[in-house]
Each structure stands twice: as C-alpha cells, then as structure tokens.
C-alpha cells in the first residue's frame, strides 16, 4: 500500500461475532440486530486475511493494508485515537475505508524505526460511524522492546485485569491476528520480550470499556502503548480523573489513555 491507496472492506457486522468479543471480555452474550456495540467492537470485523505464503515471519501479512510503507521486519501497535461519531451498530452492513496518512523513519539506539499512521473511517448506511487513526512501528530484526515508565501518581481507582492464554486465543482467532508474539513463547522471546505479549489492542478494548463504566458512551479515546505486557504478569486497570492506564509488574505503565 503506498500512500495514496485506499483499501475498502465490506461486513455485515454480525451479531454473533461480538457475542463472542464481548465472552471473551468477561461480559454478557446477548447481542441483536441494531445493538450499540461496544467500543473497539470494530476490531473484530473487516477482515482482510492473507494467505499463508503470504505471511512474513512474524505472522503478519508481508504486504497490503498490514504491512504499508516499511520494508523492516517487526511490528508493533503503539497507539491511536479513535471518534465515534454515531453508534456503530450490529447488524447493519459496515463498510471501513482505510488508508496511510504518514510515515516517518527514524533512528535511534535500537536500530532503524518506521513510524506509520493508518486512517480507517466505518461507514453505516452512507453515514460515518467512527475514525482511527492507528499508529504502528516497525523495527529491525534484534532491537530491543521498549521498557515504559513507571507510574507514580495515585489511582482514584484500580482494578485486577486477569488475563490467560485462552483470552489472548480467542482474541486473536476473532481479530485474524496470527502474529507470532502473541502465541509463540520462543518467537516472542527471540523478538526480545519476556513471554507472550498481551495485544495492545486488546488493552484499549479493556481500557475503553472501563472508561465507558464512567462516562457511559464514549465520543473519543487517545491511547499510547508504552511498554509490552506479558502474559502472567500482576496487571490493573487504573484511572485517576479522566486520565487512564494499563499498570504492570513493578508499577510498569503499558498503556496510558484519555477518554471522552
């Protein structure tokens, strides 16, 4: 994809699969047609899959809507805003049109870096829905993952997030996610992690839910990942104000957000 292409992808946003998203959340199962689906619940549709030859070899697509604009062999989600501009619903056909507004290389102690944003804008009958802006880093092949901050303001409120490896399967079996981080311990270690790696996406769907508890529907959601959580880790959901976070082992941040 260079950057002036555009992808589009059609789906019927069936209930069904957000039932699923939303046992995999933990929460109720019952979706109907029409239904106000939950924020990020636009992760698991549009479906773009590749075949397997061609896969790179983390799992990712090599080239195409996956892959734009770098030629460096590691990905990783960082972070992205996303606005909802009318309730995306289930049910009702979904059309997202996606494209790359920007790319930067850069270099730094860990070698080469890409810093690509993605626009992806859903439309339901002929009205946009919601717009994000996906902001992804590729790096070279031995360069290390970032290790995040450390948090050291107060809480107002936190809570357990109890992950497991069936949830970060299911997840990737409902996003179409095959990359290797995810589910290969050998692969992720390799890669320069600890473990298996929690998605970051999978992260702002939990943290977007915890800040919908307050706020009730959300209009907008700012969040950054900042260092990788890895499966088994002690996590909490964590909010101070209208500030968010995903907190870690030893008070490690992996995600800060801010949520409207």
């Given at each position: 994809m260079s950057q002036s292409q555009s992808i589009t992808l059609n789906d019927r946003a069936d209930?069904?699969?957000?039932?699923?998203?939303?046992?995999?959340?933990?929460?109720?199962?019952?979706?109907?047609?029409?239904?106000?689906?939950?924020?990020?619940?636009?992760?698991?549709?549009?479906?773009?899959?590749?075949?397997?030859?061609?896969?790179?070899?983390?799992?990712?697509?090599?080239?195409?809507?996956?892959?734009p604009m770098s030629d460096l062999p590691l990905r990783m989600w960082t972070g992205g805003r996303v606005q909802w501009h009318a309730p995306f619903r289930a049910g009702i056909a979904a059309r997202k049109v996606s494209r790359p507004v920007g790319v930067t290389r850069k270099s730094g102690r860990s070698g080469k870096l890409d810093f690509v944003t993605i626009r992806h804008e859903v439309f339901q009958r002929g009205a946009l829905v919601l717009t994000e802006d996906?902001?992804?880093?590729?790096?070279?092949?031995?360069?290390?993952?970032?290790?995040?901050?450390?948090?050291?303001?107060e809480a107002d409120e936190r809570r357990a997030l109890k992950l497991d490896a069936a949830t970060l399967f299911r997840f990737s079996a409902l996003t179409f996610n095959a990359h290797?981080?995810?589910?290969?311990?050998?692969?992720?270690?390799?890669?320069?992690?600890?473990?298996?790696?929690?998605?970051?996406?999978?992260?702002?769907?939990?943290l977007a839910g915890f800040a919908a508890e307050h706020l009730g529907a959300l209009s907008a959601f700012t969040f950054r990942a900042t260092a990788p959580l890895i499966l088994g880790d002690v996590a909490w959901l964590c909010r101070a104000g209208d500030r968010y976070w995903v907190e870690g082992s030893r008070r490690r941040v992996s995600m800060t957000a801010e949520a409207r």
């Open positions: 209930p069904a699969r957000a039932e699923a998203l939303l046992v995999t959340l933990g929460k109720s199962a019952s979706v109907e047609v029409g239904a106000v689906l939950p924020p990020f619940a636009h992760l698991v549709y549009f479906w773009d899959p590749a075949p397997a030859n061609g896969l790179g070899t983390d799992g990712h697509p090599s080239a195409g809507s996956a892959a996906q902001d992804l880093v590729y790096r070279e092949a031995g360069s290390d993952a970032a290790e995040g901050p450390v948090e050291t303001g290797r981080i995810h589910y290969d311990v050998e692969y992720a270690r390799e890669a320069g992690y600890g473990g298996i790696v929690v998605h970051a996406p999978l992260l702002a769907t939990v």
